[in-house]
């Protein structure tokens, strides 16, 4: 509007400059009132423009023109009509002149005033660009932020989860403490068993149809699943087979995630992390339930026997892979036990078995296992362990033993007497991918080591 405006008035000077120059030449004598009318013109129409430099140039124009217009009307001087008009042609020029130039300033600041907002537009793009970039990078560091939390949670989940021993203890922890990465009305179940009617019985068939895990992130497919069993308004489904091969013929436990939030992939990175957690600990579980129904103890010591070590040890060993920890084990084995049998009787033997077992159950750690491997030999697996703690901890045995006694009546003279003894001990730590004989072949060679040396010795 204000440019429409500005156009007009100029308009409006030429037609009334062209007038007003018309009425000065043939009207010299009135050009005290017209020659400034012209110039309050002109200044009106910058006056619109907001130039302070030309409003000031073109006021002293104006002033200079009235104040020569004032010294060129003189009643008494003689009236001289040629000189007159050549003077106000003079001073129109002049002043037809500065508009001109002040034109050219006009287009100059013009210029100027382009290239500026031009310069200002592309600044203002940068900066978007960076303040767009700099809140991809707050987000970006938000969410590293929370995935760094979220794994933070898992490992001590995971810690938790190692020392429940029962599966309604799992169930009861798995349902409640995995909330924690979940927003919403999310709901989770551990399924120990297949369910026979409604929204999970639905799921698992689908999952096991598929043979894979399920994940679903859209409430049509949804709804086209659950049918009319989505009350709740259901988005977001994961459900997690807790077995390796799902198939019709296989028993499997069932990890259902369902929310009426939206579940991103992220959630089913984590899911599948914590299933994984899951699945080893109802692994254990079931592992301890089964030794329970056999009979994995040496009558005599009360320890495990060598079968039950073994299968123990294959599950420390893929534990020790798994979270990468440290894993030793250790065999010991009594010096001179025949002739302890020999000489005292084999009760006397039995008697001594005892006392070593004894001594290993009161100096182990409860999460230490050991067993009776056989005869006179002991077997001891230290989770979490390296081997120069193992051979610590052995030699603390290996002294105690030292100092220990048992009573006997010598077969022989049949006097009472105190019977001492002491053991040669072997360590060994898990290194490479040995399998459990390997393993036990390499512990069994540096106890026969310890014999060999000397006996009543450690060796690593």
Known sequence: MKEIISFLLKVLIVVLGSFIFYNIVR??????????TFSILIISSYLLKDIFLEIVVLFVIVL?????????????????????????????GWMMGCFYFLQKIDEKVNQKRTAYLEKKESLQEKFSSLTFAQQRTKEEIYNNSIQIKNYGLIEKIADKLSSIVSLKDLKMFVEKEFQTFFLGQTDIKLLLEPPEEGIEKKIVEEVTKNNKYLYINNSETIK??????????IRSIICIPLIENVNKNSQANYLLISSTQSLSEDFLRITMLLSKYVLLNIANIKLIEITKELSITDSLTGLYVQKYLKEILQEEINRAKFYEKKLSIAMIDLDNFKKINDTYGHNTGDDVLVCISNILKSRLRETDIISRYGGDEFCVILPDTNKENAFKVMEDIREIANREEVFARDIKNGKNKKVKFNVSCGVKEYEKNYTVEEFLDLVDKNLYKAKSLGKNKTVI
């Open 64 to 92: 200079s023109g009235v104040f020569i217009s004032l010294l060129l009307y003189n009643d008494n001087a003689p009236y001289s009509p040629f000189l007159d008009k050549i003077i106000i042609l003079i001073e129109t």
């Open 224 to 233: 086209n699943l659950l049918q009319d069993e989505n009350k709740n308004l």
């Open 27 to 36: 009207y010299p004598n009135y050009a005290v009132v017209i020659f400034p």
